[in-house]
């Protein structure tokens, strides 16, 4: 089993920052990608941005220049560095951790979600 616990989300007014951070748990042998992605009401879940192993990022274009991915795998959390946000960044965020869990002599590949976190950003 993996848990995912996410924290950091807000409100806050155009232009403002916020740093979202989730923390992966568990029976974990090896991450192989951690990523944030959001959906607003109405509207499909969409990638924000995520980052591999081997530091490979994708940004959403909507987010390049704004926000920031990194990750500390020392503590297998993911951070959502936002800044400049702007009304259209409202929406529930979640986290999202692929890898490889370890059950005794067997290895499981996984993906789990975070539970969602608001971010609400006011003009």
């Known amino acids: 089993q993996v848990q995912l616990v996410e924290s950091g989300g807000g409100w806050v007014q155009t232009g403002g920052s916020l740093r979202l951070s989730c923390a992966a748990s568990g029976r974990i042998f090896s991450i192989k990608t951690m990523g944030w992605y959001r959906q607003a009401p109405g509207k499909q879940r969409e990638l924000v941005a995520s980052?591999?192993?081997?530091?490979?990022?994708i940004y959403a274009n909507s987010v390049k220049g704004r926000f920031t991915i990194s990750t500390d795998y020392t503590k297998n959390t993911v951070y959502l560095h936002m800044s400049s946000l702007k009304p259209e960044d409202t929406a529930v965020y979640y986290c999202?951790?692929?890898?490889?869990?370890?059950?005794?002599?067997?290895?499981?590949?996984?993906?789990?979600w975070g539970q969602g976190t608001q971010v609400t950003v006011s003009s």
């Open positions: 999202n951790v692929v890898g490889m869990a370890i059950n005794g002599a067997v290895y499981d590949e996984f993906e789990y």
């Open positions: 980052v591999t192993t081997g530091e490979s990022t």
